[in-house]
């Protein structure tokens, strides 16, 4: 049973920078979907940033709201998912979550994902 506790959210002014990371347990294989979604206040989940681990993998996915200001990484062990936020804005505002799965159709859709962390809050001011 996979599960995913991120950490490193906070208040920062805009223009300011965040590592968010995601500690990643329990997976039986090395070949998984990971991404990075936020929810703002009032508002829908989306997807942010997401990879893929396995053989052949290289494809990262970025919304392009944060394209050139966040990056999507994993250390080598591959068992922490980082997300780097550089540049914030007041709209970066929300609860991150980092998202698991093995198969993704879409993998900047919420509904690809079975397994979640329970969030970190980030508030830009």
């Known amino acids: 049973h996979v599960q995913l506790v991120e950490s490193g959210g906070g208040s920062v002014q805009a223009g300011g920078s965040l590592r968010l990371s995601c500690a990643i347990s329990g997976r039986s294989d090395e070949n998984y979907f990971l991404a990075w979604f936020r929810q703002p206040p009032g508002k829908e989940r989306e997807g942010v940033a997401a990879?893929?681990?396995?053989?052949?993998?290289?494809?990262?996915y970025y919304d392009d709201s944060v394209k050139g200001r966040f990056t999507i990484s994993q250390d080598n062990s591959k068992n922490t998912l980082f997300l780097q936020m550089n540049s914030l804005k007041p709209k970066d505002t929300a609860l991150y979550y980092c998202?698991?799965?093995?198969?993704?159709?879409?993998?900047?859709?919420?509904?690809?994902?079975?397994?979640w962390g329970q969030g970190t809050q980030v508030t830009v001011s």
């Open positions: 998202a698991a799965n093995t198969r993704c159709v879409a993998p900047m859709e919420d509904t690809s994902y079975d397994y």
């Open positions: 990879m893929y681990t396995g053989f052949g993998g290289g494809n990262i």
